[in-house]
């Protein structure tokens, strides 16, 4: 059985190949006893599409896969907490539990701004694992966005 480290570590490959493309590296891995059924990396930009999370991503794989938008019984693991968008598909698919590295403090939807995973009014809750290789799930955000904010300042700095 492989463990949640070694599943953020998939998630964490899929984060850097959503950064190699010039996304924010988010990855996001889908298993159900023990299997991958589904994995995603955030795309927005490249597919012009708001919704086209990494979690959104394996969420959409997994229905096609097993042509079924009911996902109970599997884990979804994901570099960084997820937003309210996501964690209401999150919901509305049925995952049993939701497994995630960083915390994300403005619009975390998982315990940080709002726990929409765990709200009794909904009618499903999902088991919350947090903090699952949270400095390497950080530290690449933060390298992401330091490279993103260097070649803005190189680029102003062209200009004058």
């Not at 964690?87 to 698919?93: K, M, N, P």
């Amino acid at each position: 059985m492989t463990s949640d480290d070694e599943w953020m570590r998939h998630a964490l490959t899929l984060a850097h190949k959503a950064a190699d493309l010039g996304e924010v590296p988010v990855g996001a891995v889908l298993v159900k006893e023990g299997q991958l059924i589904s994995e995603g990396w955030n795309q927005p930009i490249m597919n012009h599409d708001p919704t086209a999370h990494a979690e959104i991503m394996a969420i959409r794989n997994a229905a096609q896969s097993i042509e079924n938008y009911r996902l109970p019984g599997t884990t979804l693991y994901i570099t960084i907490e997820p937003c309210s968008m996501c964690a209401g598909a999150i919901i509305h698919s049925r995952i049993s539990r939701v497994v995630f590295g960083a915390s994300e403090p403005r619009a975390g939807a998982a315990g940080s701004v709002i726990n929409l995973l765990q709200n009794e009014q909904f009618n499903h809750q999902t088991e919350l694992t947090s903090g699952v290789l949270a400095d390497e799930c950080s530290q690449i955000l933060k390298d992401f966005f330091a490279r993103r904010r260097a070649v803005k300042r190189d680029e102003k700095q062209m200009k004058q």
